[in-house]
């Protein structure tokens, strides 16, 4: 089946900080993935759409300045928070849709974000 | 866009009893519709779908209905056991963007 991977699972940084989040599809081309965002004991919120090549489409009330969406490749795209705040701790789950035409999405394992 | 709601926010069963969680959908062009079971700390995994050119899509203790008309769709599982006790989420798509509306999820406890 196809297999989806993000990187890193888990960090931990200082407020200020920027972090980088790569999610890649591993046996398949990607020509879209999609960024969400779940907090503790909430559904999975999507954050932006991203397609190779082009630039991300952002969900209503998601600050494209802030959080940075690159798709150099049909394989990798990366999700980068900038100038991290304690309340972007959540964890940020990434996915990838096989262009077949029959929706399925691939989920990457996550990466937990914590700003102290 | 699409809104999809989910209930109930909690469901609690007996180990061998059934459990069925309900979606709406409010956008008739949606025509791509899969429940995920989420672990603690995991990726949604992905345990059955239905596309709307189908009424309902069974596999093993798990099936799944649709009502386009109603706009309604849900999960059934039978035969419930310890380890379904976890978060599920409907969604909803519309196959030419791919994009997912999630429901609120729905934690199902499963007591032994």
């Known amino acids: 089946g196809a297999v989806v991977s993000q990187h890193p699972s888990r960090v931990i940084c200082k407020s200020g900080t920027s972090v980088k989040i790569e999610c890649r599809s591993l046996?398949?081309?990607?020509?879209?993935m999609f960024w969400y965002r779940q907090f503790p004991k909430q559904s999975l919120m999507l954050m932006a759409t991203?397609?190779?090549?082009?630039?991300?489409?952002?969900e209503q009330g998601v600050e494209k300045d802030k959080f940075l969406i690159n798709h150099a490749s049909l394989t990798l795209s990366t999700l980068t928070v900038t100038s991290a705040h304690p309340e972007d701790s959540s964890f940020y789950i990434c996915?990838?849709?096989?262009?077949?035409?029959?929706?399925?999405?691939?989920f990457g394992p996550g990466t937990r974000l914590t700003v102290l | 866009g699409e809104n999809v709601e989910q209930h109930p926010s909690t469901l609690s069963v007996q180990e061998g009893d059934s459990a069925v969680i309900k979606c709406t959908y409010s956008?008739?062009?949606?025509?791509?519709f899969p429940w995920y079971k989420q672990e603690l700390g995991k990726r949604p995994q992905l345990i059955i779908d239905?596309?709307?050119?189908?009424g309902e899509k069974k596999d093993q203790r798990i099936a799944v209905t649709l009502n386009k008309t109603a706009k309604h769709f849900s999960l059934h599982i039978t035969e419930t056991q310890p380890e379904d006790s976890a978060v599920y989420f409907c969604?909803?798509?519309?196959?030419?963007?791919?994009?997912?509306?999630f429901g609120a999820g729905t934690t199902v406890t499963v007591r032994a």
């Open positions: 996915s990838a849709a096989q262009p077949t035409g029959h929706n399925e999405q691939f």
């Open positions: 046996d398949f081309q990607a020509t879209t």
């Open positions: 991203s397609n190779e090549g082009s630039k991300a489409t952002y």
């Open positions: 956008d008739s062009a949606s025509n791509y």
């Open positions: 239905i596309r709307s050119n189908v």
């Open positions: 969604a909803a798509s519309i196959r030419s963007d791919y994009k997912l509306s």
